[in-house]
């Protein structure tokens, strides 16, 4: 990673500073309480969606204020184009969903695909509930139908990185959300 001013080079492409580090904090607080009043003495199990999810789920689960677990999974995609559908297989997942609250915790939906994917598996394994927990929506996310119970922020269609967020493998550390330059 290189730095230019404000601005940072990933790879071949250039980024701009775009959510800073307070802000997102606010939101991801703001989401922690409406989870911890939602989900007090239901003993929810956070399933977050790695790679990405892990800086948000940090953020989120050090603010939530009632008892919680938590545990991690991977996505593995076949078909990879938008239209093709039928994606998602989870891997990973060690704990029993059966009868829990679980909420899902994901860094940004984009179309949606990934998400609906995601959900349809989950949903099999019998949850009590199922809800969804993302930092950041784009705005196509209506093309698949997902609920999004808990969302950070919506932001502009163009590709971000930063909290999480990689292109390419980089950027994942950046305190702060960055967006690429036109
Ligand atoms: P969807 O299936 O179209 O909703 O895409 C969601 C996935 O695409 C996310 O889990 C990310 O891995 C990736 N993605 C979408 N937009 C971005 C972005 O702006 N930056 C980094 N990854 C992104």
Redesign the pocket.
Known sequence: MSQNASAVTLHDRIFVPYVGTEELESHVAALAERITTDYAGKNPLFVV?LN??FFFAAELLKRVATDCEVTFVK?ASYQGT?STGK?TEVMGLSEELSGRHVIAV????????????LLESLQKHGPASLAVATL?L?P??L??PVVLDYVGLK?DD????GWG???DGL?RNLPQLYQ?ST
Do not use: C, Q, W
Request: no cysteine; charged share 30%; aromatic share 6%.
């Open positions: 969606v990405g999810a996505l938008e994606v994901e860094d940004i939906v984009d179309t949606g695909l990934t998400l609906h994917g950041l784009k196509r996310a093309r698949h932001i163009r590709f971000v990185v967020l990689d292109y950027g690429e």
